[in-house]
């Protein structure tokens, strides 16, 4: 069964620091992935997504992710995080009939 | 505008009294879908829908009526809502392969 982890329950940086938030899953064939934020309060926006083709997927507001095949990682990353990206992150595996499996989320603080 | 659109975003009931959340899409899409969130857990999916009257249940199923007999219209029924029903419930669309989109989110607490 499909599944997604993501290891870090809450993450604090510093404005201007960089930012990576780890996902892992487990899923048998080709992988759609996807990056979601939610700030406070708020719906689902999507950040990046990855279908095929080049590993590093650039995405809105600054943010990137790599796909690892053989880590079986989809890595977000942001070179300087600002105070306005504090939300929680999702990281999700498509699967059969369009499903999203979701990880249970990271919690960003930015700290000033 | 393309979007997906809840009713009613806040709602507040008591155990045993049936209601229905309201999805409807604009887009034309074929496929459908319920999810939950509840802190630590994520989003699950509850049901979901690939065509008109083409229905599945997702991972948490329980508790939970759906119906697509319109292609822009999934309402999410639940009979006799129970307080471990209380969550914020999103509804999303796509097309076949394709980028989700969701919906506002519905906030439920029962009694």
């Known amino acids: 069964a499909q599944s997604v982890t993501q290891p870090d329950i809450h993450i604090t940086v510093s404005e201007g620091a960089s930012l990576e938030l780890r996902c892992n899953y487990s899923?048998?064939?080709?992988?759609?992935l996807f990056w979601y934020v939610q700030s406070p309060g708020q719906g689902l926006q999507l950040l990046l997504k990855?279908?095929?083709?080049?590993?590093l997927v650039q995405g809105i507001k600054g943010f990137e992710a790599e796909f690892k095949r053989s880590q079986s990682s989809f890595n977000l990353r942001k070179p300087s995080v600002h105070w306005s990206d504090a939300a929680e992150y999702f990281c999700?595996?498509?699967?059969?009939?369009?499903?999203?499996?979701f990880g249970a989320g990271t919690i960003l603080r930015v700290k000033s | 505008e393309a979007q997906v659109t809840q009713n009613p975003r806040y709602l507040i009931t008591v155990t045993g009294k049936k209601l229905t959340v309201t999805c409807s899409q604009n887009?034309?899409?074929?496929?459908m879908s319920w999810y939950r969130q509840d802190p630590g857990l994520g989003l699950r999916q509850i049901y979901y829908?690939?065509?008109?009257?083409?229905?599945d249940k997702g991972d948490v199923p329980e508790g939970y009526k759906v119906s697509r007999k319109e292609k822009r219209n999934f309402p999410l029924i639940l009979e006799s809502p129970s307080p471990n029903q209380t969550s914020l419930y999103f509804c999303?669309?796509?097309?076949?392969?394709?980028?989700?989109?969701f919906g506002p989110g519905t906030r439920l607490l029962v009694l």
């Open positions: 990855y279908f095929s083709g080049d590993t």
């Open positions: 887009m034309n899409h074929e496929y």
């Open positions: 999700a595996v498509g699967a059969y009939g369009n499903k999203l499996v």
């Open positions: 899923y048998g064939a080709t992988p759609y």
């Open positions: 829908s690939m065509n008109v009257e083409v229905t």
């Open positions: 999303a669309s796509s097309g076949r392969g394709e980028t989700q989109y």
